[in-house]
């Protein structure tokens, strides 16, 4: 049974860090390429991060460039989302999903639970 897991959500001030990490069970995401998703109750889901199954390619949000970080170690099936600065508006659930490509949500078959950021003012 596949499984994908965010973890490292949390409460922080705004201007303040997080590190969110995604793995996996019955799943390698080492050949996957993998996006980080967000939503914030009444928004649509919103594209975040996108890293490609070897690490070659990052994208981003406008939005987060310049403050977000996604990396990826695939010897241990772990994807991070290193966030820096972040403001309230950014509180939402966060996402991990496997299978996709770039910062659209169709097309990615696997995803987390998610992790909640909260950011306060």
């Known amino acids: 049974q596949v499984q994908v897991v965010e973890s490292g959500g949390g409460t922080v001030q705004a201007g303040g860090s997080l590190r969110l990490s995604c793995t996996a069970s019955g799943l390698t995401l080492g050949d996957l390429n993998m996006g980080w998703f967000r939503r914030n109750p009444g928004k649509e889901r919103e594209g975040v991060s996108y890293?490609?199954?070897?690490?070659?390619?990052?994208r981003y949000a406008d939005s987060v460039k310049g403050r977000f970080t996604v990396s990826r170690d695939n010897a241990k099936n772990t994807v991070t989302l290193q966030m820096n600065s972040l403001k309230p508006e950014e509180t939402a659930m966060y996402y991990c999903?496997?299978?996709?490509?770039?910062?659209?949500?169709?097309?990615?078959?696997?995803w987390g639970q998610g992790t909640q950021v909260t950011v306060s003012s």
């Open positions: 890293i490609s199954w070897r690490g070659d390619q990052t």
């Open positions: 999903a496997a299978g996709g490509f770039g910062l659209l949500d169709r097309g990615y078959a696997y």
